[in-house]
């Protein structure tokens, strides 16, 4: 699956669920943090879907904070986690 692009500008909510882990980690450039901060701005469905991953990584870290996972699980963690939002968003 492609990385979405900003469509006239903006992201659409899909786009912006689909990056709101490059987001919260810090991982994007900064004109497509600024994109997705406007897009979280004036979207509340989205705003609370990124409070609520926010509160999770945040637990995580709290459980987890003297160990760090191998890359490998990182990146199916975020696989399963796309998936199954694609799923429940059908």
Avoid: F, N, W
């Avoid at 994007?28 to 990124?50: K, N, R, T, W, Y």
């Amino acid at each position: 699956m492609s990385r979405p692009e900003p469509h006239d500008g903006h992201y659409e909510c899909a786009d912006v669920m689909y990056r709101i882990y490059e987001y919260l980690d810090g991982e994007m450039g900064s004109g497509d943090m600024q994109l997705v901060a406007e897009h979280l701005h004036e979207c509340a469905p989205c705003l609370a879907q990124h409070d609520l991953d926010l509160a999770m990584k945040a637990l995580v870290q709290r459980s987890c904070g003297c160990e760090q996972a191998p890359a490998e699980l990182r990146v199916q963690v975020i696989h399963r986690i796309t998936r199954v939002r694609y799923e429940i968003g059908d």
